[in-house]
């Protein structure tokens, strides 16, 4: 989690605030396809999208 971007840490927020907290396909499928991000296409899979959010919500000391 620490390897990404301040923009990236948004742009996923951003999916899932968008998509819903469920929608892990839906939210790996825009990051994995955005301009901005320079990832290989397999670093935003629904997982790794659902564990990135889970640790940034952690380190913020919220609830989803």
Known sequence: MSS????E??????????????AWQQVSKLLSKHPITSRPK?????NSCR???ASLMSDAQ???
Request: with cysteine; net charge negative.
């Open 51 to 53: 564990e990135i959010y």
């Open 42 to 46: 397999t670093f935003f899979s629904a």
């Open 4 to 7: 990404l971007t301040n923009v």
């Open 9 to 22: 840490c948004l742009l996923l927020a951003q999916a899932v605030y968008e998509y819903g907290a469920n």
């Open 62 to 64: 919220l609830e989803w």
